[in-house]
């Protein structure tokens, strides 16, 4: 970490800069074994462990593991997504009766997460959709459930949704990671335009529990989201937060702003920015 923070220390940086740091090393043939970074903590004795991370100590030696006398291998994942669903001070989004809460919500994070907000942002933000979404149904009248819905088209599919979410996930993965270039997001983009036809129609399940009805959901879900992120990531050309561009490495002031990513009724995704 030196190398790439010298100012601020192996220890105090923040999980961004730690996360470049790492897939910069693997990138340039420098991991661990498995596509990681080594994390060692044999400086430190075992109470001063076990004060840190209580019973992880015995959870990590009944499976063969001394942080006290050897390495582990680290790597990053996805586990927060900073942006989010754009909403008013009562949840409510621009879709009628559509609420949003805690991590789906937009604008609690900027370009960076901060560590330990998550609990707090389902409590805040859960209990004001909660009782904006309880009074709103209060004077909504019970849509008659009697009426039959109108059928839906007959479905033939054709390909294997599974397989292609597990393809895009691993496209999003290596292109619109903590790692960005140009070239890498106009390639993604080209993939994730190209799932769009496929995703077009839905269709009828079929009789019972469909798995595959469900993952066309899931993907063409996933698609959107997709493109949602990778344009966002395409139109900022800077580095900032855990948006890393590769190609534009330092943080620009001008772009000191906000994105908002909006649908148009033909279903295409602009991007534009605000102060």
């Known amino acids: 970490m030196k190398q790439f923070?010298?100012?601020?220390?192996?220890?105090?940086?923040?999980?961004?800069?730690?996360?470049?740091?790492?897939?910069?090393?693997?990138?340039?043939?420098?991991?661990?074994?498995?596509?990681?970074?080594w994390l060692s903590f044999q400086h430190c004795s075992e109470p001063v462990l076990r004060e840190a991370f209580g019973p992880v100590i015995d959870r990590l030696a009944a499976n063969g593991i001394d942080l006290t006398r050897q390495p582990i291998e680290v790597a990053p994942i996805a586990h927060y997504h900073m942006g989010g669903i754009r909403v008013d001070t009562g949840m409510r989004t621009t879709v009628p009766h559509l609420f949003a809460a805690g991590e789906a919500v937009g604008g609690a994070n900027g370009a960076n997460r901060l560590s330990g907000n998550a609990i707090t942002e389902a409590f805040t933000f859960g209990r004001r959709a909660g009782e904006q979404a309880a009074a709103l149904a209060a004077r909504t009248a019970m849509p008659d459930a009697a009426q039959p819905a109108a059928p839906a088209p007959s479905r033939s599919i054709g390909f294997n949704p599974a397989a292609e979410?597990?393809?895009?996930?691993?496209?999003?993965?290596?292109?619109?990671?903590?790692?960005?270039?140009?070239?890498?997001?106009?390639?993604?983009?080209?993939?994730?335009?190209?799932?769009?036809?496929?995703?077009?129609?839905?269709?009828?399940?079929?009789?019972?529990?469909?798995?595959?009805?469900?993952?066309?959901?899931?993907?063409?879900?996933?698609?959107?989201?997709?493109?949602?992120?990778?344009?966002?990531?395409?139109?900022?050309?800077?580095?900032?937060?855990?948006?890393?561009?590769?190609?534009?490495?330092?943080?620009?002031?001008?772009?000191?702003?906000?994105?908002?990513?909006?649908?148009?009724?033909?279903?295409?995704?602009a991007v534009g920015v605000a102060p």
């Open 165 to 269: 979410i597990a393809s895009l996930q691993s496209l999003m993965n290596t292109h619109v990671g903590p790692r960005r270039t140009r070239a890498g997001l106009e390639k993604a983009l080209a993939h994730i335009t190209a799932l769009a036809p496929l995703c077009a129609e839905l269709g009828a399940p079929r009789a019972g529990l469909d798995a595959e009805w469900i993952d066309l959901h899931d993907l063409r879900n996933l698609r959107l989201v997709a493109e949602c992120v990778a344009r966002a990531a395409l139109s900022r050309e800077e580095s900032r937060g855990a948006h890393q561009r590769e190609d534009f490495p330092e943080t620009d002031p001008a772009w000191t702003r906000r994105q908002h990513v909006t649908m148009a009724s033909d279903g295409s995704i």
């Open 5 to 37: 923070l010298p100012e601020e220390g192996r220890y105090l940086a923040a999980r961004d800069l730690a996360t470049h740091a790492i897939l910069t090393e693997v990138a340039a043939g420098r991991g661990s074994p498995h596509g990681g970074a």
